[in-house]
């Protein structure tokens, strides 16, 4: 409890995904993770855990891992990834249909006009 700080809402969170090393969702439920989006966008390697939906490796920049794991093979896992060479992800991210203004383009598109199905 003194090493966790709740920040409320932050418009900035690419400055706090470069101040990281690593990114760690070791989640129970997950319908998607888009926090874990913009951790790969950033360059982050991402350790998840298998209970987040493996279309979110949009870099190849992602290790998923078994909540049935030890907290120590967790730690090792992390420990042994925490090495790599961080590169901006973000076309990766966008050819893989998570640019936020291009969906809601295709968004406000298809509210405009209904008629029209918008596939990508």
Do not use: H
């Amino acid at each position: 409890e003194n090493c966790v700080k709740f920040l409320g809402i932050k418009k900035n969170v690419e400055e706090f995904y470069q101040g990281m090393d690593i990114f760690v969702l070791p989640s129970l439920f997950e319908g998607l993770g888009i926090v874990n989006i913009e951790a790969q966008t950033s360059g982050l390697k991402c350790v998840l855990s298998d209970q987040v939906p493996s279309i979110v490796d949009v870099t190849g920049n992602v290790e998923f891992v078994s909540l049935n794991k030890t907290k120590k093979e967790w730690a090792d896992i992390i420990v042994k990834n925490i090495s790599y060479d961080r590169k901006d992800c973000q076309k990766k991210v966008i050819n893989a249909g998570f640019d936020i203004e291009a969906e809601a383009m295709k968004i406000q598109e298809f509210y405009f006009n209904p008629e029209v199905v918008i596939m990508s």
